[in-house]
């Protein structure tokens, strides 16, 4: 995905003139005040991790997924990994609300991506989601500012502290220009289930390798089951690496909406299938356990050793290939092609709420216009009565139905194929124009799903196409 990146703001002369005038000051309240500058508490490196990793995704346009490993690398402990995670999620899910209460208490709005404004937004997020201690919230952070940016944050954190009307909503209220675009495209309703959505820890989705051996797994884990070869966790487990199963290679984890696209081929009999964009490797997997020779493709080379890991884990087989899909061309045609294509990633804004604020319109453009491209070439590897199909984790109709569209208009030798229904959970519909678009209401009252986009068509000879 291409970066995004913010200007820093210019530095005025009066911050740093606040900051000499407030050297008296700063040593008068560290007399008066037990938490002083130099009493750094403990949690202070989890604070200054998810203060970089804020910065780096709200400055920066970067992934969380793609920063977080290097930034919190020097963090010992799980725990506080996890703790990095969980405060830097919190802002991001909540940081449209978290900003109307600082803007509620100072006289003018902080510049959105002043350092002040950030540690605010992790003060109060430690207060208001995780339920921190107030004191305990404030003092873990203050000391990652210095001068006037502290007593600014000590001060309008004091003031809501001491308000007792403060409080988030019961769901997050969407970036506006988020809102604004997902309700010209879906409805108001769509926007409410996707701030529902938002609140909530998603739920972890496994696919199992013998789809015959849903019953005994979803009653191993204790979870339940959406269709065959799916079990849900249930909210509270063990570490996924200590549930039962998983050393013997019997599941993984994918999203109930990400498992489709594979489902939707079926039995592969020894056919072969293309899996492009490939990593990590959930629909090679599928694939493999459902009887296609796959080869797998994918610029990503340590993420193709993952997937490569946890073949071995499955005891499945793939051949794996490292390659750009603009320079790489196969052997021969193939039975089917799977192309899950690089996208703006907005439909999987439950686990990873940074595409909120990363995704704008030139971003979508940009990613449809790859994704025609890719399914340009893709096409021309199918062979004749083959089927390819195209999806994206994406809620823009510029990466779904557009782009399916134009492919249509270009493309006589391929149909829509009708979808079967019993190959889908119930609550996940096919739409009249014969693909999949999966909204965050598909299944709400069962924990929500991924959103996506499917199209699945099958390839005539030029004499069927006309």
Known sequence: ????????????????????????????????????????????????????????????????????GRITQGLKQ?????????????????????????????????????????????ALAQKLVLKQPAHVAIATVLPLVDGGPRRLVHGVYGTLDRREDVALPEY????????????????????????????EQPPVDLTLRNPEKTDHWAKTLEGSSLIAGHVRLPSEHKMISELAGYQEGAWWVQDISASLPARLLGKGEGQQVLDLCAAPGGKTMQLASQGWQVTAVDIAAKRL???SENL??????????TANLADYTPKDKVDA??????CSASGIFRRHPDVLYRVDTTIIKQMAEQQKKL?????????????????????????GEEVVQAFLKNHPD?????????????????????????????????????????????????????
Not at 91 to 108: E, F, M
Not at 377 to 396: H, N, P, Q, T
Request: net charge positive; aromatic share 6%.
């Open 414 to 466: 391929y149909r829509l194929n009708m979808l079967d229904p019993a190959l889908l959970p119930p609550g996940i519909i096919p739409t009249k124009d014969r693909w999949l678009r999966i909204l965050p209401q598909s299944i709400t009252e069962k924990g929500g799903n991924d959103g996506f986009f499917i199209a699945y068509f099958t390839r005539y000879s030029e004499k069927e196409a006309h």
């Open 375 to 399: 399914l340009e070439r893709a096409a021309d590897w199918v062979k004749i009565g083959g089927k390819l199909i195209y999806a994206v984790c994406s809620l823009e109709p510029e990466e």
């Open 305 to 307: 050793e993952r997937l």
């Open 172 to 199: 997050p209220t969407l970036p506006e220009e988020t809102a604004w675009r997902w309700k010209a495209a879906w409805g108001g309703i769509m926007v409410d289930k996707a701030e529902q959505a938002l609140a």
């Open 312 to 321: 071995k884990r499955l005891h499945l087989e793939a051949k794996i290939v």
């Open 337 to 342: 092609v799977l192309l899950d294509a690089p």
């Open 1 to 68: 995905m291409s970066e995004i990146h913010h200007p820093r703001p210019k530095r005025k002369d009066k911050q740093t003139q606040a900051r000499s005038q407030g050297g008296r000051a700063s040593s008068a309240s560290q007399k008066r005040n037990p938490q002083r500058k130099d009493a750094n508490p403990i949690g202070l490196p989890v604070r200054q991790a998810a203060l970089q990793l804020l910065e780096a995704i709200l400055r920066q346009g970067l992934p969380l997924e793609q920063v977080i």
């Open 78 to 122: 799980p725990a506080d990994r996890s703790l990095v995670h969980a405060i830097v999620a919190s802002v991001l899910r909540w940081r449209t609300d978290i900003d109307a209460l600082i803007d509620s208490a100072t006289a003018k709005p902080l510049a959105d991506d002043v350092k002040a404004r950030m540690v605010l937004r992790i």
